[in-house]
């Protein structure tokens, strides 16, 4: 069977759970330099019906569970630190890579606070844990739409053909 409208579909799909997901980090305020946002893609199966969104970014992990960081990258810290240009304010005179040794020392003792890490809003109700769960409960029904419309789609086609094929009169 052809699912020529199936895979338009899952790829709208796709789309959709991208953008959710760039939303979710954006309103949970874990955009600090962008890169996770932009890091995710579609990788669908060829010939097959399965759509993966992935991220090359490791730390994936960590920014949807704080508790899931063991042993923090001090490479990626020491990045992110000059990224944000932290500096050392007590007078110390810290360089950036000591900065960074110190936030990855923290983060093998303690972890990254996980639950309750939260920013104050209206109403309080801002979660900053757990995007890709977030995003999938906020934009199941979306895509449940998007996947229904062709997959009908395709099998009223699959239907057409084979009446055509068995209504034809064989000289």
Same mark, same amino acid.
């Given at each position: 069977?052809?699912?020529?409208s199936t895979?338009?579909?899952l790829?709208?799909a796709?789309?959709?759970l991208i953008?959710?997901?760039q939303d979710t980090l954006?309103?949970?305020?874990h955009n600090a330099?962008?890169a996770l946002s932009?890091s995710f893609?579609? @990788?669908? #199966?060829q010939?097959?019906l399965i759509?993966?969104v992935i991220t090359? &970014?490791r730390?994936? !992990?960590?920014v949807?569970? /704080?508790?899931? @960081?063991f #042993?923090p990258?001090?490479?990626?810290?020491y990045?992110?630190?000059? &990224?944000?240009?932290? !500096?050392d304010v007590?007078? /110390?005179?810290l360089?950036q890579m000591?900065?960074a040794?110190?936030?990855?020392r923290?983060i093998?003792?303690?972890?990254?606070?996980?639950?309750?890490y939260?920013?104050?809003?209206e109403?309080?109700?801002?979660k900053?844990?757990?995007?890709?769960?977030?995003t999938k409960e906020?934009?199941?029904?979306?895509?449940?739409?998007?996947l229904?419309?062709?997959?009908v789609?395709?099998?009223?086609s699959?239907?057409r053909?084979?009446?055509?094929?068995?209504?034809?009169?064989?000289?």
């Amino acid at each position: 069977m052809k699912w020529k409208s199936t895979y338009k579909k899952l790829n709208a799909a796709g789309d959709v759970l991208i953008k959710g997901l760039q939303d979710t980090l954006r309103v949970q305020h874990h955009n600090a330099t962008r890169a996770l946002s932009r890091s995710f893609r579609k @990788a669908r #199966k060829q010939k097959g019906l399965i759509l993966n969104v992935i991220t090359n &970014k490791r730390y994936w !992990k960590i920014v949807n569970n /704080g508790k899931a @960081a063991f #042993k923090p990258n001090l490479e990626e810290i020491y990045k992110w630190v000059v &990224k944000k240009r932290i !500096k050392d304010v007590t007078g /110390g005179g810290l360089s950036q890579m000591a900065i960074a040794v110190r936030i990855a020392r923290r983060i093998s003792e303690k972890g990254i606070p996980s639950k309750p890490y939260v920013v104050w809003t209206e109403g309080n109700n801002l979660k900053r844990t757990d995007f890709a769960g977030v995003t999938k409960e906020k934009k199941k029904n979306e895509v449940v739409r998007q996947l229904t419309g062709g997959v009908v789609a395709d099998v009223v086609s699959m239907i057409r053909s084979e009446i055509k094929r068995n209504t034809t009169i064989k000289k």
